[in-house]
Nanobody
Framework: QVQLVESGGGSVQPGGSLRLSCVASGSIFSINAMGWYRQAPGSQRELVATKTSSGTTKYLDSVKGRFTISRDNAKNTVYLQMNSLKPEDTAVYYC??????????WGRGTQVTVSS
């Protein structure tokens, strides 16, 4: 079992920045990729960014150049630095941990609201 706890969401004006954090605990040795998904009202959950244990990263096209994912393996933490935020980035952001056996764990989610 893996437990994920997110923090760092909130409200910000367009053009602002936020940093999300997600701490993993439990069977962390089983984790391959860690990342972030988001879900806006009326929309499906979508991948925002992931980073594997080997360092491979993947980003949603619309966030490339604005968002940066990083991992601190010593702290079992994954971060999402979000810059130049836009209203369309408004969503609940979920931390995800994918194991080497292709099992997904999810955090409870943190709200990000971008509005003037």
């Amino acid at each position: 079992q893996v437990q994920l706890v997110e923090s760092g969401g909130g409200s910000v004006q367009p053009g602002g920045s936020l940093r999300l954090s997600c701490v993993a605990s439990g069977s962390i040795f089983s984790i391959n990729a860690m990342g972030w998904y988001r879900q806006a009202p009326g929309s499906q959950r979508e991948l925002v960014a992931t980073k594997t244990s080997s360092g491979t990263t993947k980003y949603l096209d619309s966030v490339k150049g604005r968002f940066t994912i990083s991992r601190d393996n010593a702290k079992n933490t994954v971060y999402l630095q979000m810059n130049s935020l836009k209203p369309e980035d408004t969503a609940v952001y979920y931390c995800n941990a994918a194991t080497f056996t292709m099992y997904d764990y999810w955090g409870r989610g943190t709200q990000v609201t971008v509005s003037s």
